[in-house]
C-alpha cells in the first residue's frame, strides 16, 4: 500500500512570506506526527495528532507556527511569516493508533524548507 | 526537562563487528524509542522499548528504566547499518525527546 506522503518535496521561500507544507498518511492511521530537522543537526518534535485533535502544541518552535489535521487524515503544517532558522527538513510520519501504544511510525520522505 | 543524551557521538566500524549505542535518560519516561536515519535521510523506527530486552534480526535492544538507560546492540555489522541513530523518550507528556544521536560508518 501507500506510504506517508509529504508536499512539496522541495520548498524555496523568501524570508517573511508564509508557507504550507501537507502530509498524507497512510490510510487509516489514527496517529500523526511532525518532526523538524536543521541541516546536519538533530531531530526536533514538533506536534502529535490523535485523529484531529493535537493534545500538545507547546513543541510547535513559536506561535509563527501552527498544525491541523482534518477527517483523521491530511495534515498541514503552516509557517507564517518565514525566518531562515525555520529552513530545515520537515519530516511527518503516521503510526496505525497513538503515541502511547509505541507503534512502529512510518516516515515521509520530508519537505526541504529553504528560507532566503 | 527531560534530558537525553547517546554515547558514543561517532563511531567508526569494520564490517562484521559488533557495537552497542547507549541512550541516557534523566527522568522517568513512559515510552523510548530507538530510530535509525540512513546516509540518504530516511527515518525508520527500529524498537518501541520502555524496558525488557526485544530482538530483530542482527539489532537488539535493551532498557533498563529503573536505572535509566537504553542500549542498542548491532551484531556482525554490514555496510547497510551505517547513518545516524536516534534515541527518543516520551516523558508522558504527548511528544518525544531526541538524544544527539550516535552517527556509524560500517567500513566494507
Known amino acids: 500500500g501507500a506510504g506517508v506522503s509529504q508536499s512539496p518535496s522541495n520548498k524555496v521561500t523568501e524570508k517573511g512570506k508564509d508557507v504550507e507544507l501537507r502530509c498524507d498518511p497512510i490510510?487509516?492511521?489514527?496517529?500523526l506526527y511532525w518532526y523538524r530537522q536543521s541541516l546536519g543537526q538533530g531531530l526536533e518534535f514538533l506536534i502529535y495528532?490523535?485523529?484531529?485533535?493535537?493534545?500538545?502544541k507547546s513543541g510547535l518552535p513559536s506561535d509563527r507556527f501552527s498544525a491541523e489535521r482534518t477527517g483523521g487524515s491530511v495534515s498541514t503544517l503552516t509557517i507564517q511569516r518565514t525566518q531562515q532558522e525555520d529552513s530545515a527538513v520537515y519530516l511527518c510520519?503516521?503510526?496505525?493508533?497513538?503515541?502511547?501504544?509505541?507503534?512502529?511510525?512510518?516516515f515521509g520522505p520530508g519537505t526541504r524548507l529553504l528560507v532566503l | 526537562g527531560i534530558q537525553v543524551e547517546q554515547s558514543p557521538p561517532d563511531l567508526i566500524l569494520q564490517e562484521g563487528a559488533n557495537s552497542t549505542l547507549r541512550c541516557n535518560f534523566s527522568?522517568?519516561?513512559?515510552?523510548l524509542q530507538w530510530f535509525h536515519q540512513n546516509p540518504w535521510g530516511q527515518l525508520i523506527n527500529l524498537f518501541y522499548?520502555?524496558?525488557g530486552t526485544k530482538q530483530n534480526g542482527r539489532l537488539s535492544a535493551t532498557t533498563v528504566a529503573t536505572e535509566r538507560y537504553s542500549l542498542l546492540y548491532i551484531s556482525s555489522s554490514q555496510t547497510t547499518d551505517s547513518g545516524v541513530y536516534f534515541c527518543?523518550?516520551?516523558?508522558?507528556?504527548?511528544?518525544?525527546?531526541f538524544g544527539t544521536g550516535t552517527r556509524l560508518k560500517v567500513l566494507a
Open positions: 495528532f490523535q485523529g484531529n485533535s493535537a493534545p500538545d
Open positions: 522499548i520502555p524496558s
Open positions: 490510510s487509516g492511521h489514527t496517529a
Open positions: 527518543a523518550v516520551d516523558p508522558g507528556t504527548y511528544k518525544y525527546i
Open positions: 527522568d522517568s519516561v513512559n515510552n
Open positions: 510520519a503516521s503510526s496505525p493508533y497513538s503515541l502511547a501504544s509505541g507503534e512502529t511510525q512510518y
